[in-house]
């Protein structure tokens, strides 16, 4: 299935992710309506369920704030996909179960508000008619991902 | 082959004879550190996780940092689930007003040689100044920890930064991180270690060192290593012995080796908004300023104060400049010392230690339009105040010497203790 592509550059850190004025507010939905707000004030409001975020280099640099991944889960994003990850940002989004794909040719490939057909089980993104092969996750990590992050997995892990 | 530093530290802790980069291991963790901003949702997760006791209330520490004093009527809840957990769990080691949790966490011994220890801050790097592996994760990470006492993680690569010679008189350690994140830019050492050297690195305080694997997640890096010394020892508390096998070999494995003469370094500072957006001060020389911001875990040290105090020693200072000692006990020292008389002379305010400016939610909030120049880990849009404002990070030498001016100015000589 076709997603829409919200592309955003590199060294996107986690202030800009969730401002830290936002992180206080009682609940992940209220602080999701913040997404993005210094790049695209109005983001939360445009971005659809099942939407794709593509990034270049680093994405998610800066403070340890878990905010970031779920804020962005909060909002539907079904996937960020991005030439590379920085690494808090990268376990914290497996953690809470959000797909985080390292795909080094999918961003010069896509425009912003185009489309990309992500195939998370194929470990493959389509666009342009093009077929991307993304760097799979070690099984580990995509074990926590299957079970929908960390707390599921280690809930069964104790049953 | 031999190992490098971190290999050793993972090595030694899960009694594997040798691991290599990428490999996944699980590590027993010596201590953990939380902060008041994450406590409540860490606590939250932690019973959502079905756990009722911590694995170890001793090996668990409580900080609040971030919000003290408190700023924001909210801000007490943060205070008040951290007491009842901490309560709740027996927790002993919980500290209210003392300071910033990464000062606290080698000052008060809780991060030693050799350690693994795990904080839900991303400067949690900076106990790497004394040789202990420590890295920052999010809050449930940091729940199934406090319930399991374990946390896989993957063995990285490590990048060797050699740093020989003599540093120039006005050069500080601020200065020589600012310009490996310069080189290696903000992504330079993702998942990576790097493991500092070199005879300049030997001459160096531990306060100094502390500074630069502060600054080390600022290009990516997992840690900051510094192989423990008879400095390090004395400030931790250990033996030499007991750090005997603590150091990188000549024959490992590096993905890169970087090497700086001491004698070629100058006074730099990082431009709005990005941290490795490195010029040397001389090309920035003259930018007016608002503010300075002499403080936070990676300058409110003693001899960022010493530094300060001598620049402004006799002088006024020309804008707001805000002195905020990274603990009590350097509050302390500085006082007796004679620091905090002289600066509070020079017209600075001095705020109660901990995060103060550098979270931009307390104690010197800017607005649209103005300049600070700050000697902490983060310029980013919006850290402190508006999206309109611009940050220069910068040592507390350059610091001292633009409040005098008013505008951003070469220092002179920095105190060394």
Known sequence: MSSKVWKFHNDVDTDQIIASQYLLLPTVEEMSQYTFESLDPSFAKKAQAGDLVVAAENFGCGSSREQAPSVLKALGIKAVIAKSFARIFYRNAINIGLPVIVCKDLYENVEDGGSADLDLTAGTVTAGGHVFTCTKLPAYMQNILNQGGLIASLNKEEN | ?417
């Open chain 2, 1 to 417: 082959m031999g190992s490098t530093l971190i290999e050793k530290i993972i090595q030694h802790n899960t009694g594997i004879e040798k691991v290599t980069p990428g490999q996944i291991v699980t590590v027993d963790v010596d201590r953990v550190m939380i902060h008041d901003i994450f406590i409540p949702f860490a606590a939250d997760k932690f019973k959502e996780m079905g756990f009722t006791k911590l694995w170890d209330p001793d090996k668990v520490v409580l900080i609040y940092d971030h919000m003290v004093p408190a700023a924001k009527v909210e801000d007490s809840r943060h205070f008040r689930i951290g007491d009842a957990f901490a309560a709740e769990q027996g927790m002993t080691h919980v500290h209210r007003t003392d300071g910033i949790c990464h000062q606290l966490m080698t000052e008060m011994r809780y991060a030693k040689p050799g350690d693994i220890v795990f904080g839900t801050d991303s400067h949690t790097t900076t106990y790497g100044s004394v040789g202990c592996f420590s890295t920052g994760i999010g809050y449930t990470e940091m729940a199934g920890i406090l319930g399991t006492g374990k946390l896989w993680i993957r063995v990285p690569e490590t990048i060797r930064v050699v740093i020989d010679g003599k540093l120039p008189d006005n050069v500080m350690s601020k200065d020589i991180i600012l310009r490996i994140l310069g080189d290696l830019r903000a992504d330079g050492a993702t998942y990576r270690s790097l493991e500092f050297t070199g005879s300049a690195v030997k001459e160096m305080s531990v306060a100094a060192r502390t500074t630069m694997s502060n600054m080390a997640v600022e290009c990516g890096a997992k840690c900051g290593l510094f192989a423990p010394d008879e400095k390090t020892c004395e400030y931790s508390g250990v033996s030499m012995e007991e750090v005997s096998w603590l150091y990188g070999d000549e024959d490992a494995e590096y993905v890169k080796t970087l090497t700086y003469r001491a004698e070629d370094l100058v006074p730099v500072c990082a431009c709005p908004s990005q941290v490795d957006n490195i010029k040397n001060i001389s090309e920035v020389e003259g930018t007016p300023l608002d503010q300075v911001f002499i403080g936070s875990c990676t300058n409110g040290r003693l001899e960022d104060l010493a530094t300060a105090a001598k620049i402004l020693e006799g002088k006024k200072v020309a804008i707001r400049t805000i002195v905020t000692p990274a603990s009590r006990q350097i509050y302390l020292d500085a006082v007796k010392a004679g620091y905090m008389s002289t600066l509070a002379k020079a017209g600075c305010i001095i705020t109660t230690p901990g995060c103060g400016l550098c979270c931009g939610r307390s104690g010197g909030i800017l607005t649209d339009g103005e300049r600070v120049l700050a000697t902490n880990n983060r310029n980013f849009l919006g850290r402190m105040g508006t999206n309109k404002v611009q940050i220069y990070l910068g040592s507390p030498a350059s610091a001292a010497a633009s409040a005098v001016t008013g505008r951003i100015t070469m220092p002179e000589a920095a105190v060394r203790l």
